[in-house]
């Protein structure tokens, strides 16, 4: 990766985060050194990026600060539509929604060229048979994900018995035609995956968590990384 993309990434990188990251998390998100991180914050810094902290406590981006329009080439415009595509056929009517608004602002501030290049994708993931129907709110789920809000599930597992968990929810997770959720499992004191479509009840219970280093999703993958390690 050349170094000016691997500047602006790490600018998107840091972008919207409520917390501090640390240049540790930044060095492995873009596999590179610890000093070169140093290296570029303050490259970054110099430039007039407002990027705020420092070396050994972590480091976030003014909320008010917008990366300038950027371009495409065709395979990222080509990424971009049958991304959106998927999302439209494979989530809920707020996604699909959020999926055209998206490509539609891409749309307005391309290039004459990369207009260009957009309007000859053709690339489509229509609706498909396939897809598994749940009854639980895709958007509920989402939210509850990104406030770290504790649901409490009743779930069927696959011989229709059903349990009550109280659940951490830390991702959704497509393994095509299943959505599942992988949250901390209260009950079972682990990670858990809960398709959602076995799902029959899922309710906020207004109980805001905070990750620990047991129960963190960075943990699990750290976990499941050691294990594909192992399988190799």
């Known amino acids: 990766m050349r170094r000016a993309d691997r500047l602006f990434q790490i600018v998107s990188y840091l972008q919207g985060r409520r917390i501090a990251i640390t240049a540790q998390d930044i060095a492995e998100e873009f596999d590179i050194s610890v000093r070169t991180v140093y290296r570029d914050i303050q ?9 705020s902290g420092e070396a050994g406590v972590g480091y976030i981006l003014d909320k008010s600060y917008y990366l300038p329009p950027m371009s495409f080439d065709v395979n990222e415009l080509e990424t971009l539509m049958l991304g959106a595509a998927m999302v439209s056929s494979w989530t809920d009517a707020h996604m699909a929604a959020s999926a055209k608004s998206l490509i539609l602002k891409i749309k307005n ?5 990369d207009r260009e290049a957009f309007s000859g994708v053709a690339l489509f993931a229509p609706p498909s048979r396939a897809k598994l129907p749940w009854n639980i709110d895709f958007s509920f789920l989402r939210q509850a994900v990104r406030q770290k809000e504790k649901l409490a599930l009743d779930y069927a597992d696959e011989e229709g018995r059903t349990t009550q968990r109280i659940v951490r929810p830390l991702s959704l997770v497509f393994i095509g035609p299943v959505w599942m959720m992988l949250g901390w499992c209260e009950m079972r004191q682990d990670f858990r995956h809960f398709r959602l479509d076995r ?15 047991e129960t963190s999703l960075k943990t699990y993958l750290a976990r499941l990384n050691y294990r594909d390690g192992l399988k190799d």
Do not use: E, Y
């Open 199 to 213: 799902m029959l009840v899922a309710s906020p219970t207004g109980d805001i968590f905070t990750d620990t280093p």
């Open 43 to 51: 490259d970054l810094i110099t430039t007039g990026v407002p990027i």
């Open 109 to 113: 501030v391309l290039t004459t060229q």
